[in-house]
């Protein structure tokens, strides 16, 4: 369901300082179209609970659009996601986290370049604890959304990875998701969402979009081995 943002998008100098050093964190595999025409990038590190909706970082790419990009969170069961600012794991921590209980959710609204190319490509980015992951795998990950806002849009999934942050694996991983949307919205309401019995931990979240002109094969060649991506190591 869309939601009504009724509070005015307004962050402090201050809050976007704060958050501008963790910004790049967990921003581990860029997708190789950020920058091109007709892409947007935002970043959200969480650095403060407030405002709500709560804008972008200032480390991103967003051009005036039809309106600014946010987040809002959403409650389920009567409860709301509870920002914390400190959470500790075995692998270590993080400072400015959301904690999501079961089927609460993260909502952010993204503005895009509103024409008619034939579909777009999202790729989501998402520092995340699953306090249950005990083996040092990929943790279990969240429930991603988009919609159903964007109806009647095909959201298409291009492909997922997985890397801890971490060498024991036992702390935040980055999770890694691509989409493909046709045709192309002027706007996606991407929802992160607890499908589990416990909670769960979101320290950041990083989002690109980019609409893609001309035929298909265009995008499908630029985000080729998506499935199989992985981060550039120095």
């Not at 963790?22 to 935002?42: E, I, K, Y």
């Not at 959301?98 to 952010?108: G, I, N, V, Y």
């Not at 291009?158 to 045709?183: C, H, K, Q, T, V």
Request: net charge negative; aromatic share 12%.
């Amino acid at each position: 369901m869309a939601f009504t943002w009724t509070r005015r998008l307004c962050a402090a100098a201050a809050v976007l300082f704060a958050s501008a050093s963790s910004a790049f964190a967990g921003d581990f595999n860029p997708p190789p179209w950020r920058g091109a025409p007709l892409s947007t990038w935002q970043i959200w590190g969480f650095g403060a609970p407030d405002p709500i909706p709560q804008p972008p970082d200032q480390w991103f790419q967003n051009p005036p659009l039809s309106f600014p990009a946010g987040m809002l969170p959403q409650g389920a069961m009567g409860m709301d996601p509870e920002w914390l600012p400190t959470v500790g794991t075995p692998g270590g921590g993080a400072s400015g986290v959301w904690c999501l209980w079961p089927m609460e959710a993260l909502c952010f609204r993204v503005p895009n370049y509103d024409n008619h190319n034939p579909y777009k490509l999202v790729r989501i980015q998402i520092k995340y604890f699953n306090p249950e992951n005990t083996t040092g795998g990929p943790p279990v990950p969240p429930l991603i959304e988009i919609g159903p806002d964007v109806v009647p849009s095909e959201i298409i999934p291009l492909g997922s990875a997985a890397e801890p942050i971490d060498p024991s694996g036992l702390g935040f991983w980055n999770l890694s998701f691509d989409f493909e949307i046709r045709p192309n919205p002027a706007e996606e309401f991407i929802y992160i969402r607890n499908g589990k019995n416990s909670q769960i931990y979101i320290d950041q979240v990083v989002i690109d979009t980019i609409c893609v002109p001309g035929a298909p094969a265009f995008g499908l060649a630029a985000v080729a081995g998506l499935a199989a991506f992985r981060r550039r190591r120095a």
